[in-house]
């Protein structure tokens, strides 16, 4: 049997609510008379069944108060390497309804995962009926169910014994089997063992009533099948997903036609054959204008009236990612000669000039630009791509002087129109730091982080008087994950057995309801979820679980990436945080190579001093009391020499 992994059910079945699962080792709890107990001549069954489930490196433990045979203590044989675990709830001579008595006590100190219970030999013997003492191993599954909802029960048919006529088991033995079927549930299965059938008095009893050694070893085998059987349905986790790599999308340069038989139109041929898939194949090509299809496949031919065109190709692969580009074509009417009347119209010739770089401190740069038509027009600038901000002289000059704040690659466009034909071309800025100071790094690109996904588990009720539950948490991420409990509201005292397991027992010492929050971090983002337990003492009606209301998680965004170039190190932080209700934000540091002082650390668009140069990594974190998001953002500063 392998071991047992912590996020699927032993049972294999589907699951109900709510849901406790293994945690590490399983606990055994053998519950019986003096047959489970043994003598102090004999091993007992529980050492030879211990043995074999060693021997398959099944993770367990033995509970229960006694660690002793009945009378005295064995010599018991190491195995493995190690010592018997010598824990069980085996007490001589007593009845069904005598070991119920005691039982809510013993499990105030454990909660078992597994029972094998062997119970009925002594009331049979004292002359009690097989129907009472069958009803009365109906309250023994309820108090061990009231422990733990999810308990499986292995429900021995007891053995033959000498003194208890053989028709009076075998009504016994058969109400065991009717008692399973009635009472065994998807949540805690109740599993019938047959410790009757092939047991003989003569050869596997000592006294007529007691196992000898051939006895227990008998017994042993018997709950290790049914304890084999039910492990080994543990379904196996599914292999992980590779995630798929999205595609990328080529529409082709940008063209540049001429109507050249006056039609006003023309056949303009597409080419995406660029495009590919790193993971896999490209099973579409689609090419839309102003949103609408025009196109399908790698390279189609479309028609085109006069203008300007922006096609955008999107492409999809075998897995259903997308990605897009576009590509502006441009027809242009073909020029009619001039006529005396009316005077022909040409389009605005419009030249932005060459694609430059520049090494300055200051960003300040005179635009070599062209326009010029047969008749009055006007020309302006306009930003199409900027890594900072652009502030033109005169933005209607085609050689206006113009500041780019910021380094990096800028793309302006120059438009001129005559009333009638508008023309544009762009040039491609390049703004570098002078060569004294050191040329910034690019700004590392985060790898793709998905968020944690939590939950605390089903909001659940308990009628108990030990206020100990297992929680039944879990978190899942594409990465490492740190996760942890911690207390939102409780009546009383809360004592984790493991508050950075999801699947931790806890103790509640107070009645009434306790909120509980699970949150999870992957060192990037980090998400949380509550739970509700309701503590009801024995005998009491359980409150009603109260209903959380809906609550949407916070948008959180720290502001864009960015580059500064700063004797002081001041700057103004571009946070920004909203929900639909009350909302607490702060920023946090998670990574700096030198000081950071915020003047209002709780004000998504404080400012914020930086004390030294590198690449500063703050964290805009926002909270609505249920759930925390964060989001972060990347500084580089640099000094001017």
């Known amino acids: 049997m392998p071991d047992l992994p912590t996020t699927y059910r032993a049972d294999g079945l589907e699951p109900l609510e709510p849901r406790v699962l293994f945690n590490g080792d399983l606990s055994i709890l053998p519950l019986g008379d003096s047959i489970t107990a043994s003598s102090s001549s004999y091993l007992s069954y529980r050492y030879y069944l211990w043995t074999q489930l060693v021997a398959d490196g099944t993770a367990f433990d033995f509970i229960g108060t006694e660690d002793t045979n009945r009378g005295s203590t064995p010599n018991w044989p190491d195995f493995a390497g190690q010592q018997f675990d010598r824990d069980h709830e085996g007490h001589s001579g007593r009845r069904v309804d005598q070991i119920n008595q005691t039982l809510p006590g013993w499990l105030n100190g454990y909660t078992p995962d597994i029972a094998l219970v062997h119970l009925g030999t002594n009331d049979l013997l004292q002359g009690q009926s097989a129907s009472s003492t069958a009803d009365e191993l109906r309250t023994t599954i309820a108090l061990l169910r009231q422990d733990n909802p999810d308990v499986t029960i292995f429900l021995a048919q007891i053995l033959p014994i000498e003194p208890v006529s053989a028709s009076t088991i075998d009504d016994y033995n058969n109400r065991v089997a009717n008692l399973a079927s009635e009472l065994s549930t998807a949540q805690s299965r109740i599993i019938v063992v047959d410790q009757h059938t092939g047991f003989s008095i003569n050869h596997h009893l000592r006294d007529g009533i007691h196992p000898n050694t051939a006895g227990e070893q008998q017994m042993a085998d018997r709950f290790y099948d049914a304890l084999a059987d039910f492990l080994d349905q543990t379904p196996a986790p599914p292999p992980a997903p590779t995630p798929n790599v999205v595609p990328n999308a080529h529409a082709g340069p940008d063209q540049t036609r001429t109507d050249t038989n006056g039609d006003g139109q023309a056949s303009i041929a597409l080419n995406g054959t660029a495009s590919n898939d790193p993971d896999g194949s490209l099973v579409s090509y689609t090419w839309r204008l102003n949103g609408s299809t025009i196109a399908t496949g790698a390279s189609p031919s479309v028609n085109l009236g006069l203008g300007t065109h922006t ?295 404080s400012q914020v001093t930086i004390s030294g140069t590198g690449t500063y990594i703050l964290r805009l974190n926002a909270s609505d009391g249920s759930t925390t998001v964060s989001d972060e953002v990347r500084l580089t500063i640099y000094r001017p020499s």
């Open 311 to 605: 096609i955008t190709l999107t492409v999809t692969d075998d897995d259903g990612a997308s990605d897009n580009d576009t590509v502006r074509i441009t027809l242009n009417a073909q020029p009619t000669p001039p006529t005396p009347n009316p005077p022909s119209n040409n389009a605005p010739v419009v030249n932005a000039g060459p694609d430059r770089t520049y090494v300055t401190s200051n960003g300040r740069v005179t635009l070599a630009g062209s326009a010029s038509d047969d008749g009055a027009f006007t020309a302006g600038w306009s930003v199409v791509s900027a890594p900072g901000t652009v502030s033109f002289a005169n933005a209607a000059s085609p050689t206006s002087q113009v500041t780019l704040t910021g380094y990096g690659t800028y793309t302006l466009r120059l438009t001129a129109t005559d009333g009638t034909n508008t023309t544009t071309d762009d040039v491609r800025l390049t703004i570098s730091p002078p060569n004294s100071t050191p040329s910034p790094p690019p700004t590392p690109t985060p790898p793709s982080n998905s968020a944690p996904v939590v939950n605390a588990g089903p909001d659940r009720t308990y009628v108990t008087s030990n206020g100990r539950v297992t929680l039944a948490g879990s978190a899942t991420d594409d990465g490492a994950l740190i996760t942890g409990w911690s207390i939102v509201s409780a009546p009383g005292g809360v004592a984790f057995a493991n508050a950075a397991s999801p699947t931790s027992q806890v103790t509640l010492t107070g009645y009434g309801t306790y909120t509980l929050r699970l949150t999870a971090n992957d060192g990037t983002t980090s998400r949380s979820d509550d739970v509700r337990l309701t503590i009801s003492a024995p005998g009491s009606a359980p409150a009603p679980t109260p209903t959380p209301p809906s609550n949407s998680a916070p948008v959180v965004n720290a502001g864009p990436d960015r580059t500064y170039y700063t004797n002081n190190g001041r700057l103004s932080l571009l946070g920004s945080a909203t929900d639909d209700g009350a909302l607490t934000t702060w920023w946090s540091i998670v990574s700096a190579p030198g000081g950071v002082a915020f003047d209002n650390i709780n004000s998504p668009t």
